[in-house]
């Protein structure tokens, strides 16, 4: 079945350092890809997202391309400020899928950034 | 603004009880899920809904029943809770379109339950 591996947390980091969160995944077809994000005591949020190979999503200054030939789509920002605090989550759907509705997550990375 | 409310944010119940967990959508939208959420184990997809009184089963649906007798409404029950139930519950909707906009999952807050 499909699946998506992220890199463990939690990640610490000072303000203005650069981001990098891993992701890779496993599926059937052509899966669209997904960064969803939850700050402290609130529900996910899509974040960014890539429907096709080479596809790069973008938001808030965070970057994703979706790399089919390393089953690969990492997160990653320039400069994070103490507000990008907040649990991260790749996730994918697969058009493959007889219910194709359903999204597969990763595990979470939690996010710190100190000032 | 899209807006998908679930009923409590924080819930303590006893072994054996019976416990409802609403979540209402705003928009209108087919689909709507139950996913728990627990450290380490990202979300995990408990039961969804892709029209009123239509249910699938997810990955985890051990102990958990839904209904939905209202587009806008889907609830999550908790035949007789146990302590393994203690968990996060995030409920989500999507709009039945075509293409990506089928795949954008709007959350509620969750509610936190803890079963004693």
């Known amino acids: 079945g499909d699946s998506v591996t992220q890199m463990e947390g939690p990640v610490t980091l000072s303000e203005e350092a650069f981001l990098t969160i891993n992701c890779t995944y496993t599926a059937t077809g052509y899966p669209s890809l997904f960064w969803y994000v939850q700050y402290p005591g609130e529900g996910l949020q899509l974040l960014l997202k890539a429907t096709k190979a080479d596809d790069k999503g973008s938001n808030k200054g965070f970057e994703a391309t979706y790399r089919k030939e390393t089953t690969s789509f990492h997160l990653e920002k320039g400069s994070v400020q103490v507000s990008d605090s907040a649990v991260y989550f790749c996730?994918?759907?697969?058009?493959?899928?007889?219910?194709?509705?359903?999204?597969?997550f990763g595990s979470g990375t939690q996010l710190t950034v100190l000032p | 603004d899209v807006k998908v409310t679930q009923s409590s944010r924080y819930l303590v119940k006893r072994t054996g009880e019976k416990v409802f967990l609403e979540c209402v959508q705003d928009m209108d939208h087919e689909n709507m899920f139950w996913y728990r959420q627990d450290p380490g184990l990202g979300l995990r997809l408990i039961y969804f809904s892709y029209d009123v009184k239509m249910k699938e089963k997810g990955d985890i649906p051990e102990g958990y029943s839904v209904s939905r007798e209202k587009k806008e409404r889907f609830s999550l029950i908790l035949e007789s809770a146990s302590t393994n139930q203690t968990s996060m519950y995030l409920c989500?909707?999507?709009?039945?379109?075509?293409?990506?906009?089928?795949?954008?999952?709007?959350f509620g807050a969750g509610t936190r339950l803890s079963v004693l």
């Open positions: 996730a994918l759907s697969s058009t493959s899928s007889g219910s194709a509705r359903q999204l597969t």
């Open positions: 989500a909707s999507t709009p039945s379109t075509i293409g990506i906009a089928k795949n954008i999952q709007y």
